[in-house]
């Protein structure tokens, strides 16, 4: 079975921070791999997708992921952090076919201070 | 506009109790999803369903049940059997017409033992 892991559980980042969260997935077949952020009362939104062609892929509100198939990681990052950006972050990952199911990571609570 | 309706936002359960969280879309998805999230476990999937009439059980899918009727509804039944329901409930679609699609979620339904 396949598992993804969050290595970072809380994070603290002050305003202009550069942001890097980690995910690393255990499965050696093609997968199709995303970042989800949930904001404070909010319903989980899609912030990036990788699927194929270019490793590094950008999303929604300055953020990118690249994946390393070599490392079997897809971290995500952004370059200057905002306040606005407090939330949890899921890294997810899904062997095609299969039901297409999702399986997360356990998450990453980002907080940025002023 | 389109998207995932769940409700109720908030569900009590007596001991004993069986109780059932809707979820409804107007995505025109065939595919549906049921997770539950904790805090520190990310989220996990309890049941889906890929087309009308048919279910599949997910990871944790003891003391829980489901339907698939109509296209449209996926409501999931947290029997008295689920001896640890207290959770954080959050139904997604896909659309399976065509590949490379993300799973679109709702709002959620927390579900609190009285």
């Known amino acids: 079975a396949q598992s993804v892991s969050q290595h970072n559980h809380h994070v603290i980042l002050s305003e202009a921070a550069s942001l890097e969260l980690g995910c690393n997935y255990s499965?050696?077949?093609?997968?199709?791999l995303f970042w989800y952020v949930q904001y404070p009362g909010q319903h989980l939104q899609l912030l990036l997708k990788?699927?194929?062609?270019?490793?590094l892929v950008k999303g929604i509100k300055g953020f990118e992921a690249e994946f390393i198939k070599s490392k079997f990681s897809f971290n995500l990052r952004k370059p200057s952090v905002q306040w606005s950006d407090t939330a949890e972050y899921f890294c997810?990952?899904?062997?095609?076919?299969?039901?297409?199911?999702?399986?997360f990571g356990t998450g990453t609570q980002l907080k940025v201070e002023l | 506009d389109g998207g995932i309706t769940q409700s109720p936002k908030y569900l009590f359960r007596k001991e004993g109790q069986n109780v059932t969280l809707s979820c409804e879309q107007n995505?025109?998805?065939?595919?549906m999803y049921w997770y539950r999230q904790d805090p520190g476990q990310g989220l996990r999937l309890i049941y889906y369903?890929?087309?009308?009439?048919?279910?599949q059980k997910g990871d944790i899918a003891e003391g829980y049940s489901v339907s698939r009727e109509k296209k449209e509804s996926f409501p999931l039944t947290v029997t008295s059997a689920q001896k640890n329901p207290t959770a954080f409930y959050l139904c997604?679609?896909?659309?399976?017409?065509?590949?490379?699609?993300?799973?679109?979620f709702g709002d959620g339904t927390r579900l609190s033992i009285l």
């Open positions: 499965y050696g077949g093609t997968v199709n």
């Open positions: 995505l025109n998805h065939d595919a």
């Open positions: 997604a679609s896909m659309g399976t017409g065509y590949s490379n699609q993300p799973q679109h």
């Open positions: 997810a990952v899904n062997a095609p076919g299969g039901g297409n199911k999702l399986t």
């Open positions: 369903s890929q087309i009308v009439n048919d279910f």
């Open positions: 990788y699927f194929s062609g270019d490793p």
